[in-house]
């Protein structure tokens, strides 16, 4: 067995032990295409796109990035930074600790209220809610009726 081989086994290991603990599909999928190339299970591009059930040129384009970059380049993913919140930090820190208090908000249209009569905003429902949900990452609980018989 000659050097080049040993290094293929080598990447071959590690890209398995990689694939096992992967759990975002984007990156399995690049990580898969590299696995079959380096197992020689595939041998062409072409052979590549039919096993994983993808267009050859996505796979060129996956290789180029791979042999540009390497693995984290090939890894990397995008995520668009996303509209920015409208409201001023005070705005969005006075409700976040509001939450917190003992007697806090039953409905989101009762934080809407206090919002606009605190801060003179007016913010609509589902941006409360959304910012309540995400960015606080809590929820506006509400006492439910109970049937008289329950303990």
Not at 30 to 55: E, F, K, P
Not at 78 to 103: I, M, N, T
Request: aromatic share 8%; net charge positive.
């Amino acid at each position: 067995m000659n050097n080049h081989d040993a290094r293929y086994r080598i990447l071959e290991c590690r890209l398995k032990k990689r694939l096992q603990h992967e759990h975002d599909g984007h990156k399995k999928t690049r990580l898969q295409m590299l696995y079959l190339l380096a197992s020689r299970q595939a041998h062409t591009r072409q052979d590549v796109a039919r096993l994983l059930g993808l267009h050859r040129n996505t796979i060129s384009r996956w290789l180029t990035l791979y042999a540009t970059g390497g693995l984290a380049t090939l890894l990397a993913t995008y995520f668009p930074v996303g509209k920015p919140v409208s409201l001023a930090p005070a705005v969005l820190a006075s409700p976040q600790q509001a939450l917190h208090r003992a007697d806090g908000f039953a409905p989101y249209e009762a934080l809407r209220l206090w919002v606009r009569q605190t801060h003179g905003v007016e913010v609509k429902y589902k941006t409360l809610y959304t910012l309540v949900r995400t960015r606080f990452k809590t929820k506006l609980k509400v006492a439910r009726p109970s049937h008289t018989k329950k303990p």
